[in-house]
């Protein structure tokens, strides 16, 4: 059969190291061995040594052949062969002279026939045993050579060769013998170390250890005896002969000493007899030694100069700071409990063999204080820790053990060391360890979600979640690990990382599953992102699966996200489906008629009687009737009253019950049978004194049965109580409101809930209505605008159309039908003309819709204020009468604030006596008193005028309109005082004024005012000039328009005489006209034109109303200047444009304003001035030349923006004491920036009179450069 592997093609073997690559390595190789081979050490031993063997000699001779041209080493090896001949020579002369004859022939045989044997020996392998045959003749021969006669070299060699024959008793014999005959101790114990060394060198341990025994025996150097002991003790520890050589140590044991290196020896010899006692015996003598050694160093130190040593016990080795090294690093977790280990300095080989030993010997307490010491000094020594870490963990120092693995683990790297960690950390409790072991761990399987979880689970536990968060963010790339850094997050309050991690995951549509999406969602909500959380809610519907255990938390959180997000059909489905689940409750039933009460108020109504079916609680009993009130279903409402009230039992259970009264009550309230509803909140009352709806529910029949006597008396006795009820305040209001006191109503329960109910609709309406009755209108008014612009800014977001916003507020679709009918209030007060009226009729068009026959008591109330506001009371007497007529088949009454109104508008005496008699406390209490007053009955009127004001004590709008009322025909005189400091000059004016008031469209005003002006600045100006004067000021005002006339008589530089008449005139109420003409007026457009010049003015003005806040003025003017003397310096052309806005217009006032005006200039030059006309330059210093700017300033523009703060009251009379205040920030387009700070204080001293007390100050005015300060004091009496 052929071989197969003839037909295979050859394969070229493949060459794993090229042959230049081997060829350079020996080279290399080569290279080096010659550099490292010691020539010059073997010359210089060579020399230096005394051995003259044949040895010596034969490697001196191949040396020199390796070398032949080294000089030294030829004549080295020339000294050693004349050496070598000496002592042949020496020899043979020896031989010749010592031995006699028979010795010389008796040692010739022998040295024959050994030599002979020797050769036999060598040839053995060939000869077939020869040397064996001849070994008993030699031996024979060597025993017949004398012993006498023999020099001591003969005699050892005859010994060596006694042991080479195997004749061992013989040579030792002869070793005895030659020691015997020496004289001196140390050569005799050189003879038994070579003797030993011979018997060592045939395998006669036995024999060699005796000889060295004897040879230790034998000197006198201890050092010497020593040594030769060991030997022996080493020789029968090669024969293995432990035992025996451990007895020996044992009787030796002074001559051998207890210095370190033999106690080591010792603790060998010991292991290796098998005497573990023994060896622990010995280490723990080298370690007292070791510890002995330390304290006697301590000693030393402590007796040299300097401060006391203090013991270190190596103990500061173990802090974490004491050794580092890159890639590991101590974590202290523990301290273990146990004695403190010895102080020991670090010797690695002494330690090393004590804990062996002791750990042989099973004492691990001794073990582990060594290892602990040894780690203390070398925490480097990764050997010593995993020592430290075994035996600790054998003795269940298992915290010990876990700390040394884990240095070991974090420093090496070792798979084992990291598997203990991980084995003994869980059952420590060492999160730090175990945080270690699962990062090491996860580095293999970075994607492993139980480790993830687990290393998550370990950094809380310590308290360090942000390192979790690192580690996820870096490595979590899985849908699991973002889920749990998303958990971890939030738990940390990390909020938006959480939610960025579930938009990662939730990314996945897949994985919007409820047990996902439900916290993502709630996240997104409280990070401000609900749209985004109630998307994934939505998504997550299609996954819900089969039994889920949270799915009534799913539905009601999706319903409460569709809530937030005004998706009302969203929220209305989830809720449905939470009702469908077991988890539903009252609450989840409550939302749902709450949801139906905006798109199914019947649904809501049939709802809320199942939620009272199902849970029997009575407010669902009571909302229910609310609902169906709400639909004028008086059937079904009567229907649930009788079916209660037909069932003992129930009746029974009810009537202990006070919300059941509460129930009956409201039912017989609305149903006009107000009797009936006061027994049923009064037997409710007995039984809850406490309940807020009975109190609250008794309280509004009061004020809608208009009973106000019963009403003052329910106060007199329950008020102190339920005053303490928060809840009460609303109907404690609307009480003292029914009793026209909105004072108390505003002071005692409105003012302080304000704030919490800013967004409360109905609640400001509630306290704007409040405010116009306590006659504080421009408050109200403000209040009901804010009101307006907020709701239209609410319907447009919610519908996108203003005009749809409206139109639906006027229907009940998703609205409180009490909401609906403020909000109509709101929208046909804030509309005019044409568009007012269509809404009105829109209103009561709507409110017939449904299949009503009459209007509403909401809507007829409307109408009636809608036509009492535009003062047509004749039809709406006449829609009273057809609204509310006279039949006792009408459940309801006219209102009575309607009904007075009318009478007192059209005098209809009789009417206003009826309604005073029948009502009286009842009526509002301004119409109380004008009706009181126009019946006759000035006693009544002067006692509700009282009662009004003890209730009403700071009512300032009424206080101030009938003090404005006394007062503007009054008669006053005043005084005014100014102290001016200017650039230049200080002016100090005085000013008295006399107001006579003619008639009360007639006044009179007589001025008289005197100027004292002085220098401050002698540089600027001198002389100034001082200045009188006197005026006459004529008023007449109508309801249009204004005029005043003035005329007057002043004397400064020169005498002259100014006259000025002005006009305004009212356009309509918003928009008013204004024009003057003057004539030879004061001027202070320059400090020199201020004393000695003069002005002829016309202007014409226009302010226009924008609002009732808001107002803008114009107003242009045109002057022309001269001197007092009648010279023409100069003409100006001004234009000045304002803007004021009243922030708050009631006392203290607030107005924001800004202003800017134009000023341009013709100037005639001062220096052609001549004669008279020329004495105003003579307010210039001396050799001061007149330039341009002297009289006229050049054109300039000045702009501002100011503030004032009361500023009123510096001239109108005021009660109270009252600060004022303006800031006005300028800028003139040539001084530069400027302001304008004015302060001060206004009051009444003796109650008919004004004060008021003022400090300017500005820089950079319209007419002044530099800074200003004025004092003010004005003080008038009216009389």
Do not use: C
């Not at 020996?248 to 044991?253: G, K, P, S, V």
């Not at 001082?1026 to 328009?1041: D, F, H, M, P, V």
């Not at 100037?1163 to 700017?1189: K, S």
């Amino acid at each position: 059969m052929s071989n197969s592997k003839r037909n295979a093609g050859g394969s070229e073997r493949p060459i794993t190291v090229p042959f230049w690559l081997i060829a350079l390595l020996a080279v290399l190789i080569g290279g080096a061995l010659w550099m490292l081979f010691p020539k010059q050490d073997l010359e210089r031993r060579l020399s230096v040594t005394g051995d003259d063997s044949e040895l010596s000699y034969n490697y001196l001779s191949n040396l020199l052949k390796s070398d032949p041209g080294n000089e030294n080493l030829r004549a080295l090896l020339k000294a050693k062969e004349e050496r070598l001949q000496a002592i042949k020579l020496a020899r043979e002369e020896a031989a010749k002279q010592a031995l006699p004859s028979a010795a010389v022939q008796a040692w010739d045989h022998w040295q024959a026939a050994y030599q002979g044997y020797l050769e036999a020996q060598k040839q053995d392998h060939r000869a077939g045993g020869q040397a064996e045959a001849l070994a008993p003749q030699v031996m024979q021969a060597l025993k017949d050579v004398p012993l006498q006669g023999l020099t001591q070299e003969q005699a050892l060699y005859l010994a060596s060769s006694a042991l080479v024959l195997k004749d061992a008793p013989l040579a030792l014999g002869i070793y005895d013998d030659v020691a015997e005959r020496q004289a001196d101790p140390a050569r005799k114990a050189q003879v038994y170390e070579s003797a030993a060394r011979q018997a060592l060198g045939m395998s006669l341990y036995e024999e060699s250890a005796r000889l060295l025994r004897q040879a230790s025996a034998t000197t006198e150097d201890v050092q010497q005896s020593r040594a030769y002991l060991w030997q022996a003790l080493q020789v029968l520890q090669s024969g293995n002969r432990a035992n025996e050589a451990l007895a020996l140590a044992r009787q030796q044991e002074e001559l051998l000493g207890s210095d370190p290196e033999t106690l080591r020896k010792l603790i060998g010899l010991a292991r290796a007899a098998g005497n573990r006692a023994e060896a622990e015996r010995y280490a723990k003598r080298l370690l007292q030694l070791s510890l002995l050694q330390q304290w006697q160093t301590q000693v030393a130190g402590a007796s040299g100069a300097g401060p006391d040593p203090v013991a270190d016990d190596g103990a500061w080795a173990l802090q974490p700071v004491a050794w580092t090294a890159p890639g590991w690093r101590m974590l202290r977790t523990a301290d273990p409990v146990r004695k403190p280990p010895p102080g020991l300095p670090f010797d690695d080989k002494t330690y090393l063999l004590g804990y062996e030993v002791f750990l042989e010997n099973r004492n691990l307490e001794d073990a582990w204080r060594v290892a602990t010491a040894a780690v203390r000094q070398a925490p480097q020594d990764m050997a010593w820790r995993e020592r430290l870490a075994q035996v600790s963990e054998w003795m269940g120092q298992q915290q010990q053990a876990l700390d040394n693995w884990l240095v070991i683990a974090q420093n090496t790297g070792r798979e084992d060391a990291w598997k203990t960690v991980m084995r003994l950390a869980p059952g420590l409790f060492d999160d730090r360890a175990l945080i270690a072991g699962l990062r090491h761990q996860l580095s293999r399987r970075p994607q492993d979600a139980a480790l993830q979880q687990a290393l998550v689970q370990a950094y809380e536990r310590q308290a360090e979640p942000g390192e979790a968060i690192d580690y996820l963010q870096k490595h979590g790339s899985t849908p699991q690990s973002q889920i749990l850094l998303a958990q971890l997050a939030e738990r940390a309050g990390r909020s938006q990382l959480a939610l960025q991690a579930w938009k990662r995951v939730l990314a996945d549509p897949e994985q919007r599953t409820p047990a996902h999406a439900m916290p993502a969602a709630v996240l997104a909500l409280l990070q401000g992102e609900p749209a985004l959380g109630l998307r994934w809610l939505e998504d997550a519907q299609t996954r819900i699966p089969a039994g889920m255990q949270d799915e009534g938390e799913y539905w009601r959180l999706l319903g409460d996200l569709a809530q937030d997000q005004r998706q009302e059909a969203l929220t209305l489905k989830a809720y449905r489906r939470l009702l469908q689940t077991p988890h539903a409750g009252i609450s989840d039933y409550d939302e749902v008629i709450r949801l139906l009460q905006r798109a199914d108020r019947r649904e809501a109504a049939r709802m809320s009687l199942h939620a009272w079916e199902q849970f029997h609680d009575v407010r669902h009993l009571t909302q229910a009737f609310y609902l169906l009130e709400d639909l004028e279903d008086w059937t079904q409402i009567g229907s649930q009253v009788e079916r209660i009230l037909a069932d003992p039992a129930l009746v029974k259970r009810l009537q202990g019950q006070p919300t059941f009264f509460q129930i009956l009550g409201a039912y017989y309230q609305r149903t006009a049978q107000s009797k009936k509803a006061m027994e049923a909140f009064e037997k409710g009352l007995a039984l809850d004194p406490g309940s807020t709806p009975l109190r609250q529910g008794l309280m509004w029949l009061l004020i809608d049965t208009q009973n106000a006597a019963a009403l003052k008396l329910l106060l007199a006795a329950a008020e102190p109580v339920w005053a303490r009820d928060a809840d009460m305040h609303g109907a404690l209001a609307a009480a003292y409101m029914t009793l026209s006191r909105p004072a108390v109503a505003l002071e005692r329960y409105l003012k302080p809930h304000r704030a919490e109910h800013a967004d409360d609709f109905l609640w400001m309406m509630q306290y704007a209505d409040a405010l116009e009755q306590n006659q504080q209108a421009d408050r109200a008014w403000s209040l009901r605008q804010q009101l307006w612009t907020r709701e239209k800014v609410r319907a447009r977001a919610q519908d996108g159309a203003a005009a749809l916003a409206a139109r639906k507020w006027l229907t009940a679709e998703g609205l409180d039908e009490v909401q609906r009918q403020a909000r109509s209030r709101l929208m046909l007060f804030h509309t005019q003309g044409d568009a007012e009226f269509a809404l009105m009729r829109e209103l009561l068009r709507m409110d017939l819709e449904g299949g009503r026959r009459e209007h509403s008591a909401a809507a007829a109330e409307l109408a009636i204020a809608w036509l009492q506001e535009r003062g047509e009371y004749q039809a709406e007497r006449g829609y009273l009468w057809q609204q509310y007529a006279r039949s006792r088949s009408k459940s309801t009454s006219s209102p009575l604030w309607a009904e007075i109104t009318v009478a007192l508008a059209e005098k209809d005496v009789a009417q206003a006596g009826q309604l005073l008699q029948r009502h009286d406390e009842a009526l509002p209490r301004y119409d109380r008193i004008n009706a009181a007053a126009m019946v006759g009955d000035v006693r009544l009127a002067q006692t509700a005028a009282f009662e009004s004001m003890a209730d009403q004590p700071d009512d300032d709008p009424l206080h101030l309109a009938l003090t404005e009322q006394l007062l503007a025909f009054s008669d006053y005189g005043g005084l005014q005082l100014r102290n001016r400091r200017m650039d230049a000059i200080d002016e100090q004016v005085s000013r008295l004024r006399w107001h006579v008031g003619l008639n009360p469209r007639w006044a009179l005003d007589l001025d008289a005012e005197d100027v004292r002006r002085t220098v401050n600045k002698n540089t600027l100006v001198r002389g100034p000039s001082q200045e009188r004067g006197i005026g006459l000021r004529l008023t007449r005002k109508t309801q249009s328009a204004s005029s005043e006339f003035m005329l007057g008589r002043r004397e400064s530089l020169e005498g002259y005489t100014p006259m000025q008449f002005t006009q305004t005139y009212n356009v309509d109420s918003r928009w008013s006209l204004q024009a003057s003409l003057g004539r030879h007026l004061a001027t202070q457009e320059t400090l020199a034109m201020r004393m000695g010049g003069m002005k002829d003015r016309v202007s014409l003005g226009s302010s226009y109303q924008l609002s009732r806040l808001d107002q803008i003025t114009l107003e242009l003017a045109s002057e022309r200047y001269r001197v007092q003397s009648g010279a023409r310096v100069g003409s100006g052309n001004h234009a000045t444009l304002q803007y004021l806005h009243t922030y708050r217009s009631e006392a203290p006032t607030l107005q924001f304003g800004a202003f800017t005006s134009w000023h341009r200039y013709s100037r005639n030059d001062p220096a052609l001035l001549q004669g008279r006309d020329a004495a105003i330059l003579g307010y210039l210093p001396p050799f001061n030349d007149p330039t341009i700017d002297y009289l006229l300033p050049r054109s300039f523009r000045f702009s501002g923006l100011q503030m004032m703060f009361n500023t009123g009251y510096e001239q109108q009379y005021t009660r109270a004491l009252r600060p004022y205040a303006s800031l006005a920030l300028t800028h003139h387009s040539v001084n530069g920036a400027g302001y304008e700070l004015g302060m001060g204080l206004a009051t009444s001293l003796f109650g008919a009179d004004h004060l008021a007390l003022g400090l300017n100050l500005s820089k950079s005015g319209i007419n002044t450069v530099g800074n200003t300060r004025e004092l003010l004091l004005t003080y008038r009496l009216h009389y």
